[in-house]
């Protein structure tokens, strides 16, 4: 199994940046298509963002499209997601989560057809 932990959430201001990183053991981080999801409190979980697993197939959700870059190390095995001009909604809890590249189709935007998931990092965005 692959394991995945997240980092770098924070307390910042409107208009700052954060980066997230999201470092994956266990397997090797080139076998799993990868994704970002948020939620909020009260809210169902929204998708973020999502790559490949060679770089390519970036796709965002509209509300940070950009924004938002997501991109992977796989080297490192650590999958980023730079978060630019933030905003008080993008206030939230942002996991990351991964899909084996040989399991056949899926929808990017569905956190349904993600099979392994990060414990989160909290992102909270207030002046």
């Known amino acids: 199994q692959v394991q995945l932990v997240e980092t770098g959430g924070g307390l910042v201001q409107p208009g700052d940046s954060l980066k997230l990183s999201c470092a994956a053991s266990?397997?090797?981080?080139?076998?799993?298509?990868m994704a970002w999801f948020r939620q909020a409190p009260g809210k169902e979980r929204e998708f973020v963002a999502h790559?490949?697993?060679?770089?390519?197939?970036?796709a965002y959700a509209d509300s940070v499209k950009g924004r938002f870059t997501i991109s992977r190390d796989n080297a490192k095995n650590t999958v980023y997601l730079q978060m630019n001009s933030l905003k008080p909604e993008d206030t939230a809890v942002y996991y990351c989560?991964?899909?084996?590249?040989?399991?056949?189709?899926?929808?990017?935007?569905?956190?349904?057809?993600?099979?392994?998931w990060g414990q989160g990092t909290q992102v909270v965005v207030s002046s």
């Open positions: 989560a991964a899909k084996s590249r040989y399991s056949g189709p899926y929808t990017w935007h569905s956190d349904y057809d993600y099979d392994f």
């Open positions: 266990g397997r090797a981080l080139s076998a799993y298509n």
């Open positions: 790559i490949f697993w060679s770089g390519g197939g970036t």
